[in-house]
Every structure is written in C-alpha cells, then in structure tokens.
C-alpha cells in the first residue's frame, strides 16, 4: 500500500508515524484521502480553520470534553458528509501540534501551561496566554485587571468584575457602604440634605431620610441605625428598619459647634466617635445620647478620623496624624503622615496596619501601628499633656506604599484584609493590600 502513496503523501505519513511514537494520544493530523481496493482516491477536502492542521476525520475527537470533531466536509456536493450550511469547528493547536475545541483549550489553559495530552510546555520564554476579556468596556465605563501567573504559569486576570446596576442620576456628594457591604447611603448637601439608603446587590430603597446641611454619615455595626452630622454640628441617629421608607429619627446629639466632619462606631459597640470643624473629639453613647469623653484636640484643621482597639487616630490639614488613647484621653504619639491635608485614614482588620492618603499625588501609605505604639511605651512621657511634637517620632516608618492614584476621595480596605481600594474623581483603584501592588483599576464616565 505504502508503495502506492506519492512522495509528499509518504513524507506526511512518516511525520505521523514519529508523532505518533512520541506522543501516548494521536495528533489531529491524517492524510485525507479514501481507500478503494489498494488504492487512495484523489479527494479534495475544505480548508480547516488552522491553516497548518488538515481537517480531522470523523473517528478523531477532542480528549478534553470527549466529544467527537464535526466529520470534515469535501469540495464536492456530491459527496458531502455535512450540511454546506455548516459553520466551521473552532479549534485551537497548541505548539505541540495536538489540537481542542477552542473554548476546550481556553477552559484548559486558564490552569494549565502544559499540553493536556502530552505535557509539553505550552508557553514559549515569553509568551502569555493573556485572556481576550481582560478589558471590559461599556459606554461610559472600562475595566482592567491586572494578570498574573498561577502555579502552573498561566496568566489570568486576577479581579473579575461587572456593572450591577445604574442609579438615576441624582445630585449627591457621599455614598457610605455598611460594614458588611448590604446597604449603601447616598446624598449630601448637593442633594438639599435628601438621602436615601438602598440595598446594594438589587437598588431597592430602604428608606429616606432629611438632614439639612449633611457632611457625615456612617451606620451602627448591626445596621439598623443611620448617623448624619450637619454642617451646624448636629448628630442625628436615625432607626432605618422601617416599614413606610421613612427613616425615623430617635436623637439628637449635641455637643459639637461647627461642622461635623468624620464619625465612626467603635470596635462593633454602640460608642461612636465624632470629629467637628471646632477642634473636638467626642465619644458618645449611642443609645442613651449620653457623651462619654471629650478630647480637645491640637492639630491644625482636623479632618479624619479611624477608630480600632480603643484607639483613635486623626488626621489634620497639614499632613500630621495623632493617635489617642479613647479611656484616657491621651495622646499616644504623632507623626508627620504627609505633607498636604489628610484625605483618609482606615485601619486595617487586625489594626496592626494603618492607610493614610493625602490630597496630592503622594502615594498612600501603610503605618505599622505596632512600631508607633512600642514609640509610645519607650517614651511616654514625651507625649503627656498633648504636647507631642514632630520631631518626636523619628522612629516612626511605613511597611508599603500604594502608588497610581493622585488625590484620592476615599479609601477602604476589605473586610478579610485583602483588597485596598481607593477612588478618586474618575477611577477606582484596587491594590493587594499584602504586597501594594495594584491589580484592578475601573474607570467610569467624567460626570
């Protein structure tokens, strides 16, 4: 029979007679032709859609899903083993020559960097399978991940994200998430003080609510309460489970004579800690509207504070950042975060780790609060009374910095630790808040 083959069929078939040897499973690969007698028939076949593989015969399969190829198809109507109308198999061919389904092979190298027959490595010194999808774009936004390599090599898109919903365009200037993420408050004072609190993963609305002049807002850690200050130093405590989509206020708390300009619940209690424009640290007892402490503070324009363990840090205008000691009232230490107005301050979960942003292109930084407070047991004298000064914290250092964004609004990190986000007019930033490095960036529209 071999005798009767021509030499370029001869050649083709002495190449698949080595694959064959070198590999346990068959490549796609065969001499098109039909036997009659001892003879091969002359058939002219359709081109497949990999130029270098000739279309497989109707016993090869694709060994990831088991599913046999589509029968190839002869120029010859006469003879056609399938629809003309038939659309052409996507396939894909690793450099090994072995070949799959193509969404069989995309499913298997997202894992994988190693042929799914015979192991060879699929990734040349610089290639990178990089997913067609790693950018997602929409009207009036885009998304882009960061890709790294697994354990087996693969490169692969390390944040998947996609738009749940569109809010009508309504007039506001904040929007506070719940600690765990289920509800969100928008409003402010471009919105007249109107708010209104909605369920994050649907937009339904919970409720509303009224605060003329409304700068702050947070919600209590078993979120059935609202806080908002105002502009003219007013908390109000809001219950939102309703049931007419009212939020009913039940106090008022008054102790502040300027702005209120930062609140947070401490450590899942109902304590909160309020930060006003007249340079005053309050801590309140929620439920009975009691004030529990008062801190008369000494930075220049206070503007942010973060609570976490008893602790509160504040933020000021010219960069520095103080942290108080809330049973007692004192100052444990200060240092110079930044060197414009402090931004944002969040605690990391387990509070060894502090995030400051500042309104510049300074990189947001990471404190390690472990070394700031051993700063204080060493030296606590130096800071009795409030009078701590910058040269007093030289020994004060950041584990990492964050860098890509410039002016940042807002800063969070997630629940577990991991994520480091932060926004400013026109894009959100997501870091590994392990390494600092930035994975995901989403940009959204200029309005």
């Known amino acids: 029979m071999e005798s009767a083959l021509g030499p370029g069929q001869r050649r083709l078939l002495g190449e698949l007679g080595q694959l064959t040897r070198l590999f346990a499973f068959p490549l796609v690969r065969y001499i098109p032709a039909e036997a009659s007698g001892d003879k091969f028939q002359s058939v002219i076949w359709e081109s497949s859609d990999l130029p270098d593989v000739p279309l497989e015969d109707h016993n090869s399969r694709c060994y990831y899903c088991l599913d046999d190829y589509e029968p ?83 490169a692969r898109r ?47 609305k919970i409720c509303t609510f009224t605060d003329d002049y409304l700068s702050a807002c947070c919600f209590s850690p078993d979120e059935t309460t609202l806080v908002t200050g105002n502009s003219r130093g007013g908390i109000k405590i809001w219950n939102i489970q309703v049931a007419d989509g009212h ?111 500042a309104w510049s292109t300074d990189p947001l930084k990471c404190w390690d609060m472990t070394a700031i407070l051993e700063r204080y047991m060493a030296s606590p004298a130096i800071f009795d009374n409030h009078r701590g000064t910058e040269e007093d914290i030289s020994s004060v250092f950041t584990t990492r910095t964050f860098t890509g964004t410039e002016y940042p609004r807002s800063v969070t990190i997630s629940r577990e630790g991991h994520w480091l986000a932060s926004c400013d007019w026109e894009e959100v930033f997501l ?4 390494t600092g490095e930035m994975q995901f960036v989403l940009r959204v529209g200029s309005d």
Not at 175 to 180: E, I, L, P
Not at 181 to 191: I, K, M
Not at 273 to 301: C, F, K, N, P, Y
Not at 431 to 434: E, F, G, M, P, S
């Open 72 to 154: 190839p198809r002869k120029n010859s109507v006469q003879i056609a083993q399938v629809p003309e109308t038939a659309a052409p198999e996507p396939l894909t061919q690793f450099p090994c020559g072995h070949v799959l389904h193509q969404d069989c092979a995309a499913a298997w190298m997202r894992e994988h960097s190693e042929c799914f027959l015979c192991k060879a490595d699929i990734l040349g010194p610089t290639d990178l399978p990089y997913p067609t999808d790693c950018l997602k774009e929409n009207s009036d936004w885009s998304a882009v991940s960061n890709l790294i390599r697994s354990q087996h090599g693969i």
């Open 158 to 204: 390390v944040v998947e994200v996609d738009l749940l919903y569109t809010m009508p365009a309504e007039p506001c200037d904040f929007a506070y998430f719940s600690a765990d993420g289920q509800y969100l408050a928008v409003g402010g004072r471009y919105a007249g003080g109107h708010g209104r609190v909605i369920r994050t993963m649907t937009a339904s």
């Open 431 to 434: 870091w590994d808040a392990q």
């Open 247 to 357: 939020a009913e206020k039940t106090t008022t708390l008054v102790g502040h004579s300027a702005t209120v300009r930062s609140m947070q619940f401490l450590d899942g209690s109902s304590s909160l800690a309020s930060l006003a424009a007249d340079e005053t640290l309050h801590i309140w007892d929620v439920r009975s509207g009691h004030m529990i402490q008062t801190i008369q503070l000494q930075g220049m324009r206070s503007l942010r504070l973060a609570c976490h363990s008893g602790r509160i840090v504040v933020g000021s205008s010219d960069g520095m950042i103080d942290l108080w000691d809330v049973d007692t009232g004192s100052l444990l230490n200060r240092w110079r975060g930044h060197n414009d107005p402090i931004t944002n301050l969040v605690f990391t979960p387990d509070g060894t780790g502090l995030v400051s942003s």
